[in-house]
């Protein structure tokens, strides 16, 4: 199969601070993958550099094989990416229903069946009921769904998920998750970066660990063993026993 999204050789960064050493990753159409890493490692810098946030010369990124490295975000989101991004960036003072229709304005061709407003209602009930509530009014979780709501209006083929757990309690954290075979079903490509390794396994078909700026461990996520995936993640010396 050819890849949907590949990127070779990734170098990005902030001013002179290099955070990504060389990336090379896969994401097939409709996979999903998932990306570990502690702190630091530069999984939100991939993410940013993949949706065009960052400056990258144009063969490091392919989307259908075509070189897009550094294109703008717009382009990005009309070629078929979408990005949950880290601290959900919602536009306060405007309605859950507000918030989602953003997305529609700047939208891709749909990749199956369109996402709509009632999809999303579909996937998230809360939001329907929330749909006039202004986004500050909403819990951290209800917030997440308004911004995945949102991605997926702009019906993406890749969705970039940044720590769509993070802060939230486990039942919410399993509602969320719970909606991510629905989102794959419509044929749409996951990146999924997620601190908690065992969650990221069980959601993911595919798994990248990052360690200071390089892949340390790629591979199939059923078959990976945990010590490989300590190694890669802390580093050999201090891999648990
Ligand atoms: N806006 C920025 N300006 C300068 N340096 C940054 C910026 N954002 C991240 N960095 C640095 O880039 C490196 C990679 O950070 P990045 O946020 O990509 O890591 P991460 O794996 O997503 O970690 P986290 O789980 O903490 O979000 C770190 O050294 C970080 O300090």
Redesign the pocket.
């Known amino acids: 199969m050819s890849a949907l999204l590949s990127t070779h050789g990734l170098i990005a960064?902030?001013?002179d601070?290099r955070?990504l050493h060389g990336i090379d990753l896969r994401v097939d159409p409709g996979e999903t993958v998932a990306l570990i890493?502690?702190?630091?490692?530069?999984?939100?810098?991939?993410l940013?550099a993949i949706m065009g946030l960052l400056p990258v010369a144009p063969d490091m990124i392919r989307l259908d094989g075509k070189p897009v490295g550094g294109s703008a975000p717009h382009r990005m989101v009309r070629e078929g990416l979408a990005i949950v991004p880290?601290g959900r960036r919602l536009f306060t003072g405007m309605s859950v229903e507000e918030n989602l229709r953003v997305a529609s304005e700047h939208a891709a061709d749909p990749v199956a069946e369109p996402w709509t407003l009632e999809r999303v209602y579909a996937l998230f009930p809360i939001l329907k009921e929330k749909a006039r509530i202004s986004v500050e009014n909403l819990s951290g979780g209800q917030q997440q769904m308004v911004s995945i709501g949102r991605a997926l209006l702009a019906q993406p083929r890749l969705l970039l998920c940044?720590?769509i757990s993070l802060g939230l309690a486990p039942k919410v954290v399993r509602e969320i998750y719970a909606a991510l075979p629905e989102i794959s079903a419509n044929g749409t490509a996951l990146v999924l970066?997620e601190?908690d390794v065992g969650l990221a396994q069980r959601a993911s078909q595919r798994l990248y660990c990052?360690l200071e700026?390089r892949v340390t461990l790629h591979g199939q996520s059923g078959e990976i063993a945990r010590d490989a995936i300590s190694a890669a993640y802390f580093g050999a010396s201090h891999a648990l026993d």
């Open positions: 960064g902030y001013g601070m955070a890493g502690a702190n630091g490692a530069g999984k939100s810098t991939l940013r880290e940044d720590e970066v601190q990052l700026g």
